[in-house]
């Protein structure tokens, strides 16, 4: 469930990227539409860290790294 919710983020992030950049590049830098998908960029990365640092501090998320 957790990864789901991190993969899904994750989308999200990269959806909004790409919404930001259309609206900047359509608006020529000239509206607020690209402040806002700033904001829900941050607000989604920011949500995603949470999810992350609660998955290592429960344990459903482990470091799987040859050298741990």
């Not at 608006?27 to 607020?32: L, T």
Request: aromatic letters at 14%.
């Amino acid at each position: 469930m957790l990864r789901t919710l991190i993969v899904f983020l994750l989308a999200a992030i990269v959806v909004s990227l790409i919404t930001g950049f259309v609206f900047f590049y359509k608006d020529k830098g000239r509206s607020k539409r690209v402040m806002y998908a700033l904001g829900v960029r941050v607000t989604l990365a920011v949500i995603l860290m949470i999810c992350v640092f609660y998955g290592f501090s429960t344990g459903e998320l482990t470091m799987q790294t040859p050298w741990n």
